[in-house]
């Protein structure tokens, strides 16, 4: 929404707050759509925010609440009681219900599943049990499933008695014996069948499904490829346990964007951007900057190491300390974050490792040789020391194809003995190449004095 | 695919190949999905990957070509002549068609273009002349439209004509006068509802569309807020001209991402992974590490003119450069990724400028302190230098703050004045407080001495 339509929305609805026009606002919003309605609610001040939120039907109120940010979120949920709470969780998917029951506390959420039938809150339970970042724990129970000898007609029937419980319907899964996936039809066909059709002579049967614990960047990875609107997921024995749909995927392609993204530039796991608690997010960021420091101390060491061995060209060499440590930085992590996303997007496989790394090394070896060239030429025209400017250039090439080689190496290796390459990303990268370029930069003068001085 | 289902099924493939069972190949291939397909080709080499790719029937060589990379296009293409392209041509649909055309050289464009009716290279000729990065530019004609006073048996029957053209179908337009976008069916509303009802009785009329020139991350957007399997694409009259499908969403969401971890990276534009060419990746890389190496010199310049200022003194805190350079770096780096990612994503909008900007100056400021008081312990404990220790970690603290708040406050700045703020992460940022960090360290440590010395 745009900021003036907003402000003037928030006007009106603010007005009929204040006239505690409740019946009149819930008509409104049961046409508006639940994002937008999350939207007003989050720009809001708190009684106006409660009276909103209590004014909408439950329908609505369970699909906005979904939609708002986590601290919204927990400010609507304080003012509810368990039985207002149970009313909204029976609008929901099971799996956005899981997702909504694994965000109270243990014990109002004891207390909100005891008001369901045992059936219902073994649904939710169930979901619950699966780890949050795998299909099982991604996925809903609500799908139409049909047997393979069932006819369109049979298929047709069985959507319409479950259209009011699952909102988007695109395709019927087809099982076999024991409730095993054998094949699916989209919706499409299922319309330009006859009635009498058995599913199983106009079903796809080389159906893409994946196993309730694999991981949820997998299933991302998997939809992406292959174009996949929904994901059917089976347990160990093939039996159809559940799906994900379209949304989910995407919310999944969207957390692994921000996890890589955070980790690229040093903050321990996605923050929430709208999370205000300072302390929470100063947890996230000093693991890295705590490393970085002890990093910037053992270049500090490397530094007073060479001391006495440069002698009286240490100052003068100081001086390009910065140039130097800053385009090895550069150098790092711009090979580190090409290598990093195209493992996390599949477009490089271990596969491809030596001919990735080959070309990193010429890319790095022609960048560094043109900044090397181009600082040599600088430096002799303004500081009129060509020597000097050639001792600069040379320890710069060495940096930037040294820290491009680790920048490019090191998720490559760490990808191959399967630990996430993200991590390598950023602060990693940027602090080890820190200490190695301050390290080469210094080892080279020293040995450029002893030789030529 | 795994590597061992690869080579395995390589293997086999290649047996085939060399026995010029072009017929069997063509059977296999027609169970295999498109993107496998592309995975083998990408992995032969040339006269194999030439050989398939002809073995191939036309509908499934059309799909297959449009999953493969660029390079591994161009090499099938050039072995294939217009009569042939043309054949492939007609296979795809009208968006994936204009991107195709457009990606070959303009005299073969122009050739492949003259083999179609007037009427077919006019629809791939309309599409191409939208810009790229817009709706017009990724949307396809092909789909089902009906005027609001058919009969959902008389939208059956469209579908039935369109099957075949039309790979997937989620919904129904229905358009009123003049072609104007008036209402959505889902086809889940379709199946269940009698065949004689008319379509303006079940349509959903709160339609979300875009404007032909609507900028694609922005069409990416909406679809993510509300959960849209495609997106109906209207012209300035509200006339339906096309739509977005869910493959082409979710491929503008992955570019998207991809440019901003290139910008990210301080690299001018998303490198293609599987581009082998050397210069063309030096090309995008080298802007800002030349950027950064005048950075560096400025840094220089900095260091040499508070030389004389500190005299005996500039040694001891040349030591501490890196340690001030890195941890300004990390903390501005952290803060512009989040404001930037926030921004793109749209969880902070400039409306909540000044409330994010208070936060990460709290953040900064803790993380400063912290840092600053770390420091400050180990220089007492290792260096026996209190005061030092003091020093430093006083500029660590004010270097920090700083820089957060450059990181944060340029991005929203720039997105102020409608500038992509994306181009703020990383390397502007970096280099910016590489800068300012050693001109306060330098700046605190001459007034430091100048007084208590």
């Keep these: 929404m745009e900021d003036l339509d907003r402000q003037e929305i928030l006007d009106d609805v603010s007005y009929l707050i204040e006239a505690k026009q409740a019946p009149k606002l819930r008509a409104i919003m049961l046409d508006a759509y639940p994002a937008d309605i999350a939207d007003l609610l989050t720009h809001m001040e708190g009684d106006y ?43 929901m998917n099971s799996d956005d219900a899981a997702d909504f029951i694994s965000e109270l506390s243990p014990e109002l959420a004891a207390k909100v599943l005891k008001l369901f039938e045992p059936e219902e809150s073994a649904e939710v339970r169930q979901l619950l049990a699966h ?27 069985e959507i319409r008695k479950k259209a009011d419980e699952i909102e988007t319907i695109n395709h019927v899964y087809v099982t076999g014996e024991d409730r095993r996936l054998v094949g699916i039809v989209p919706l499409k066909k299922l319309l330009l069948a006859e009635a009498y059709t058995h599913l199983s002579a106009i079903m796809n049967r080389d159906v893409i499904s994946v196993l309730v614990g694999t991981d949820q960047e997998e299933v991302a990875k998997l939809a992406r490829k292959y174009d996949l609107l929904s994901v059917p997921v089976v347990d160990a024995q093939g039996r159809l346990v559940g799906r994900i749909t379209y949304d989910d995927i995407v919310d999944v392609m969207q957390e692994e964007v921000a996890e890589d993204i955070s980790h690229m530039a040093g903050i321990a796991s996605a923050e929430d951007m709208r999370d205000s608690s300072i302390i929470r997010t100063v947890r996230l960021r000093m693991p890295w900057l705590v490393i970085g420091l002890f990093g910037g101390l053992v270049a500090a060491w490397v530094l007073s190491f060479f001391e006495h061995r440069l002698q009286d ?14 385009m090895g930085g550069n150098a790092g992590i711009q090979s580190s974050t090409i290598v990093v996303h195209g493992l996390a997007t599949g477009s490089i496989d271990v596969g491809d490792m030596f001919r990735r790394l080959l070309k990193e090394m010429r890319v790095a070896f022609m ?14 025209i303004f500081w009129r020391s060509p020597e000097f400017g050639f001792l600069v250039g040379a ?23 399967d630990v996430d390459p993200a991590i390598a990303t950023g602060p990693f990268i940027t602090i080890s190449n820190d200490i190695l370029g301050l390290f080469i930069y210094m080892a080279i003068s020293t040995m450029y004095f002893w030789y030529w001085q």
Tied chains: 1, 2.
């Design 395 to 417: 320890s710069l090439l060495c940096v930037m194809f040294i820290a491009a080689l680790v920048g490019a190496s090191v998720p490559l290796l760490l990808k191959r003995f």
């Design 131 to 157: 780890e949050e970042d795998t299909a099982g724990g991604i996925m809903a129970l609500e799908l139409v499933a049909m047997a393979q000898d069932s006819t369109v007609e049979e298929a047709i029937n």
């Design 49 to 91: 925010r409660h009276y909103l939120f209590a004014a909408l039907d439950r329908h609505t109120a369970a699909d906005t609440i979904l939609e708002v940010d986590e601290s919204t979120r927990q400010e609507l949920i304080e003012a509810w009681d368990e039985h207002q709470l149970a009313g909204l969780v029976r609008e």
């Design 313 to 326: 060209n240490i100052l003068v060499l100081m001086f390009f300390v910065p140039v130097v440590m800053a």
């Design 367 to 380: 960048n560094g040789f043109l900044c090397g060239a181009l600082i040599w030429v600088i430096i002799t």
